[in-house]
């Protein structure tokens, strides 16, 4: 029989093109990821029973929500190989590498970077579904955390409000005014100064 001629793609961490079969990493974690697959789908008459070569499949595909990292790129740190025993993928396929994977933050409209360790902590530490990505930059995803705190102590404060207390109108004026409203601001500012008075 002769032997299958190699299959090659594109890296999509360093865009070279690979000869996809000879790569270890691929087929290290295509083999946890087949074994693990054939233990829960056992029927080969399955849908979900794996192929021997399901990466490297989906990999020639070039599928753009599938990713795999090149030995070299896995070697320099520049991707990160996956441990697909931690993830969390529902009726999907693991990744096989984590791979910077550029976006534009819906909030500030600046392009960003989802990084591979960022991605290793998400989909590994967090278990968040394998098919999550973020929609903010970090610094806005920070913003909104601040945002949401601040919100919450604005409530908590409206909610046990004496509106008698002129210190407790200045705390909520100064939380207005963190949040950015100034027209609520001023409002309990004036209020807390005419309860001084
Ligand atoms: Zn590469
Ligand atoms: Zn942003």
Not at 30 to 47: G, Y
Not at 169 to 189: C, D, N, P, R, V
Request: positive net charge; aromatic residues 10%; proline residues 5%.
């Amino acid at each position: 029989m002769p032997k299958r001629k190699h299959r090659q793609a594109k890296c999509p961490s360093c865009h070279q093109t690979k000869d996809l079969d000879n790569q270890k990493g691929l087929r290290r974690v295509e083999k946890m990821w087949v074994d693990s697959q054939r233990m829960r789908h056992p029927n080969p008459n399955s849908s979900f029973h794996p192929l021997e070569d399901g990466m490297r499949l989906l990999a020639a595909r070039g599928h753009n929500h599938w990713f795999w990292a090149c030995d070299s790129c896995l070697a320099s740190g520049k991707a990160i190989e996956a441990d697909i025993r931690k993830h969390n993928i529902g009726l999907g396929t693991s990744f096989a590498a984590y791979v910077e994977r550029p976006f534009i933050c819906e909030d500030c409209q600046k392009p960003s970077m989802f990084s591979p360790s960022e991605q290793q902590y998400w989909f590994e530490t967090l278990q968040f579904l394998i098919w999550v990505y973020p929609k903010q930059c970090a610094a806005c995803r920070k913003k909104r955390r601040h945002q949401k705190a601040l919100q919450k102590q604005l409530q908590q404060e409206l909610a046990t409000l004496d509106p008698n207390d002129a210190n407790q109108l200045f705390k909520i004026s100064e939380l207005y005014e963190q949040m950015g409203i100034e027209s609520k601001a001023t409002i309990f500012h004036n209020r807390g100064t005419n309860q001084q008075r």
